[in-house]
DNA sequence: TAATTACATTGCAATATTACGATTATTATT
DNA sequence: AATAATAATCGTAATATTGCAATGTAATTA
């Protein structure tokens, strides 16, 4: 039905498939990637940037704020966008925790 | 409009991204989970593991597979599915491609 | 060969996501 | 205060995703 039944799963599952979706667009990957490189903290030329509409910008930029991925502040007329680096390093453990059960479970070559 | 503008991102940007959607479920994340755990590649018991109908686990099943994620063989009547760890690393190595920037990038504590 | 078992596929309804034009704040400048 | 600049929000259309009942398919067993 297009809704998530979440109450079937535990917290950390409906967490990491949450900040999933962060990544789970090219113009949020993208996003990410230019605060990355641009550690100076960029705002809007996002717009320039990618090739799509600032209200679509926005959009993306806000989910990525409620994921806590990134921080915005107010800079005169514009707002200041920048990575959040302590809730980056929290996602990076999340999803290497899933990557790691692998490594170590197939150290011999026991899998298919 | 619901479709996402692939051709303004780069390939590495649109690869990641449909990656990302793989993980972007609570069900496809237990998936996962319980494959990485079993490494004896289970197959759909996971009916009975997860709470969710015969028909929706196959479409997620397929999903994975369809990425690469999991490899499924015919056993008997059953299938028995499993993680394909080859790309299991690639797809740890895309992500830690982006997250190892941001690790870079501040060293010093010159973000914001 | 008929019945059974285990999955995959199809078709559909409900909800979510993506995109953008238009409008509405908010702050800065004149 | 009026204007400009910048970005958030609203409303809406188009498309995608999630979930399941029903049906189809392939291998196994009686």
């Keep these: 039905m297009g809704v ?3 109450d079937l799963f535990t917290k950390q599952q409906n967490e990491l ?3 999933a ?6 113009a949020r990957i993208a996003i990410l990637e230019i605060l990355v490189e641009s550690k100076s903290c960029i705002n ?10 600032q209200a ?18 107010i800079e005169g007329t514009s707002v200041s966008y920048c990575i959040n680096s302590q809730k980056w ?4 453990s999340l999803f290497n925790g899933l990557f790691d ?3 170590d ?4 070559d026991s899998c298919c």
């Design 89 to 92: 390093e929290q996602v990076r």
């Design 105 to 108: 479970s197939c150290d011999s």
């Design 4 to 6: 998530t039944k979440t």
């Design 56 to 73: 679509t910008i926005s959009q993306h930029l806000r989910e990525l704020k409620e994921l806590g991925l990134i921080k915005g502040s």
């Design 17 to 19: 498939a949450q900040i």
């Design 101 to 103: 059960q692998v490594a």
């Design 44 to 53: 809007g030329n996002l717009v320039q940037e990618l090739g799509l509409a």
């Design 21 to 26: 979706k962060a990544f789970a667009h090219p």
